[in-house]
């Protein structure tokens, strides 16, 4: 993969100007990751930026009791390692390839003589973090519904859609049981509250596709 492409392709890189982007490509490297493989693990130091071109990355924290929580997941034009770039110490959290991913990667060091050089790759990046901390204050809003069924909806909505004629579709980014803990609930809770979308007629469940069958329905019991 040229790294240009990643650069122009990316948000906090794709304002430069085209001198300014040749510069940020000639700093960056092409790796892949194998799907299951880490990036980095909880209480590593990370010296790494990695810009997401291709593939998908879920974020995941182990609390005391021995048990891992997803905190989001990481789609292709985003960053992994920023908070620890930017908030210094070790990560908080392990970053894991559900997919094949394809990423260019920035060294924190030479990222930082960037930055410095061009401020708005800075403001571009706290943009980033400003629009994950509204999508986290939502997501806690969302675990604080106690109908499954609702927060349920409320994420499929929130899903990149498809329109395939009449249909509006999306695909589930993880495993069931991923998801599941995602909203913070058990692999079976997540299972009967899709049950209960299909059998209201307000989804089609095929796999990880899902039909999104009455948009309305699914938004005013999302409330």
Known sequence: MPQDLCVTQVPIFAGLDPEAQQQVASCAHPEMVEAGHDFYRQGEEVG????????????????????????????????????????????????????????????????????????????????????????????????????????????????????????????LPMRKREVASYLGVTPESFSRALARLEKRGLVEVSGAEIALLDLDGLTELAG
């Open 48 to 171: 790494q930026l990695f810009v997401l071109h291709e593939g998908t990355v879920k974020l995941t924290h182990g609390r005391a009791d021995g048990t891992q929580r997803i905190v989001r997941t990481v789609a292709p034009g985003q960053v992994v390692g920023e908070h620890p770039f930017l908030a210094g110490g070790p990560a908080d959290h392990t970053a894991t390839a559900i997919e094949p991913v394809v990423a260019c990667v920035f060294q924190h060091d030479q990222l930082a003589g960037l930055m410095g050089e061009h401020p708005r790759i800075t403001r571009d990046l706290l943009g980033a973090m400003s629009r994950r901390l509204a999508d986290a204050e939502q997501r806690i809003a969302r675990l604080t519904s106690t109908d499954m069924a609702a927060r349920l909806a409320d994420y499929l909505l929130d899903l990149p859609a498809a329109v395939q004629g009449r249909d509006v579709r999306v695909s």
